[in-house]
């Protein structure tokens, strides 16, 4: 069985000084966690926040980028980088998990097919159209007021030049009249890195039913994510009436401007287990998407995409990326085949690849 996360925000974990190569205990992904998970490959996410104008994104996601290319060479004896599943499946066989890498937010390219082209070459093999608001391509799923009500006129030139590339078009974050303009416009599968279904959580960002049946239509993949509010309406609820978010944000962003001081990594932390201590939902709600999702665009359009070290909370025994294999064994308790079990890991992404991504 072949295991693919496609979506986690570890390189901005890594701007924060984290060793990947030590197990840290409020660490969702490092080595020895993802050796532990049996984990094959991994989508490290270059993100960068809606707040930022296109200028300042790309120098963010330049040194997001640059962060990731030091950590695996810094660690290359249990790491690699993989641009196609041929050259993931290949450093599986050298017993070395692949990082390929994702870029959350098309606001670094501001309006230039030629920036889009040079983060192609320089290694990244998806892009998140939007994030928290509409940029240059289209609208996010977080706005009120719609900036395109769809794609912009740019946003239908970004889908056919990353169809030409054969660099894959994430939907997750995007409104939904951005997700039919995007199906209608590209000649290749499209995915949804790290999304989860609206039936079970009344939440914009995830998919409805009509979303998952056009997703499977066009050949593409959904990723559920591992994110609490995204899997039970109910804890987002939990999560608001508790008040450490509001709290915790400006301790975050303290820590954030300076990651090097003990005591604002030590009361991020604590905020981090206040949020641990609250009443989650189970890991099994990940396997409720999973079951939802295949019975609406069947099982050979489903997959995992964590988020993890993009997500300030995690469901309860879901903690880290060394607790994968639970969702596995619950699949399997629900009567799915070994099969069908590697489709969901990763073999359906993987497929997706192989089908979108041109050999190098």
């Known amino acids: 069985m072949f295991i693919l996360d496609s979506h986690c925000d570890t390189p901005s974990q890594i701007l924060r000084l984290r060793d990947l190569s030590l197990d840290n205990g409020h660490a969702q992904i490092d080595i020895p966690k993802l050796k532990k998970g ?3 490959a991994s989508f490290f996410a270059l993100y960068t926040p809606a707040s930022m104008d296109s200028d300042a994104a790309c120098r963010k996601a330049l040194e997001l980028l640059s962060a990731v290319y030091d950590t695996v060479e810094a660690n290359r004896n249990s790491l690699a980088m993989a641009l196609t599943p041929a050259q993931a499946l290949a450093n599986k066989e050298k017993g ?3 990082i390929f890498i994702g870029m959350e937010n098309g606001a670094p390219i501001g309006k230039s097919l030629a920036l889009l082209r040079m983060f192609f070459r320089m290694g990244v093999r998806y892009m998140t159209l939007a994030h928290s608001a509409d940029n240059e391509i289209c609208d996010s799923c977080s706005t009120e007021r719609k900036r395109w009500h769809g794609l912009s006129p740019f946003g239908r030139e970004v889908i056919s030049e990353m169809n030409r590339l ?38 914009p960002r995830n998919m409805t039913d009509d979303m998952l049946r056009a997703l499977a239509d066009n ?8 994110y609490p509010v995204f899997l039970d309406s109910a804890f987002g ?21 300076d990651p090097s001081d003990p005591v604002r990594r030590a009361a991020w932390y604590a905020v981090q287990d206040e949020l641990q201590a609250l009443p989650r939902p189970s890991y099994k709600k990940i396997v409720d998407h999973i079951d939802h999702a295949v019975s609406i665009a069947g099982i050979d359009h489903v997959g995992i995409g964590s988020d993890f070290d993009g997500i300030e909370v995690t469901p309860s025994g879901m903690e880290d990326v060394s607790c994968i294999g639970k969702i596995f064994e619950e699949m399997k308790s629900r009567g799915y085949s070994s099969s069908e079990i590697e489709k969901v890991a990763g073999g359906n992404f993987m ?10």
Not at 219 to 226: A, E, P, T
Not at 351 to 359: A, F, K, L, P
């Open 38 to 40: 049996g984990v094959d």
């Open 96 to 98: 070395l998990i692949s």
């Open 166 to 203: 054969g660099m894959l078009i994430d939907v997750s974050h995007i409104s939904d009249e951005s997700f039919y303009d995007v199906l209608e416009c590209s000649s290749r599968p499209v995915v949804a890195t790290h999304s989860c279904c609206r039936a079970l959580a009344d939440h």
């Open 219 to 226: 050949g593409g993949v959904i990723q559920i994510n591992f």
């Open 237 to 257: 609820r939990v999560l608001e009436n508790s008040g450490i978010m509001e709290r915790g944000e400006s301790i975050e962003a303290r820590f954030i401007a």
């Open 351 to 360: 497929r997706v690849m192989g089908e979108t991504v041109v050999n190098q």
